[in-house]
T-cell receptor, first 116, second 113 residues
């Protein structure tokens, strides 16, 4: 079964600690994305990567970092600089730019991060 | 800056009724308008999408109506079923760029028996 795996489903951290969220895909997609979902605010783009070893900031990148060393993996680190890190984080992928521009985003089932 | 405004925030519809969710946008460069459906604890999934060269697209019980001059588009769910209870997001983007996809704030739909 092809898809996106996000782990863990729930994550708890103390304020001041960095935390890394995992995202793995076996869809052979070039592009990967990280979104943050907060109640009443929809989905907001944090970072995206269209190809291995390259990534770009989205609308709310401050306090986050990413890497894209392998096509299948796009981990997100929530740093202590992120002022409001508690949220539901969604990873997504798509075939990538240059393909059918109607190709949908495929989402994982998310990681709910709670920072206290 | 909210480029896609979605309403209502929540909606309760009786089984068998019609559910209607509305979205409005400002950026006239948008030319791709998808709707995503999200069940609790899951990621969103594409439900249906439309391009502005048509005014309506239907897939089963789901229909998108598009009004280019008014810069509005809406999702209609006919014969709504309890299994349709979910959060629905409209979105808009410019061609060739999922990274340019702007989401609405979501509508939590509840279908009651």
């Amino acid at each position: 079964d092809g898809g996106i795996t996000q782990s863990p489903k729930y994550l708890f951290r103390k304020e001041g600690q960095n935390v890394t969220l995992s995202c793995e895909q076996n869809l052979n997609h070039d592009a990967m994305y990280w979104y943050r979902q907060d109640p009443g605010q929809g989905l907001r783009l944090i970072y995206y990567s269209q190809i291995v070893n390259d990534f770009q900031k989205g609308d709310i990148a401050e306090g986050y970092s990413v890497s894209r060393e392998k096509k299948e993996s796009f981990p997100l680190t929530v740093t202590s600089a992120q002022k409001n890190p508690t949220a539901f984080y969604l990873c997504a992928s798509s075939p990538g730019q240059g393909n059918d521009y109607n190709s949908p985003l495929h989402f994982g089932n998310g990681t709910r991060l709670t920072v206290t | 800056q909210q480029q896609v405004k979605q309403s209502p925030q929540s909606l309760i519809v009786q089984k068998g009724g019609i559910s209607i969710i509305n979205c409005a946008y400002e950026n006239t460069a948008f030319d791709y308008f998808p709707w995503y459906q999200q069940f609790p604890g899951k990621g969103p999934a594409l439900l249906i999408a439309i391009r502005p060269d048509v005014s309506e697209k239907k897939e089963g019980r789901f229909t998108i109506s598009f009004n280019k001059s008014a810069k509005q588009f809406s999702l209609h769910i006919m014969d709504s079923q309890p299994g349709d209870s979910a959060t629905y997001f409209c979105a808009a983007s410019i061609s060739f760029g999922n990274e340019k996809l702007t989401f609405g704030t979501g509508t939590r739909l509840t279908i009651i028996p």
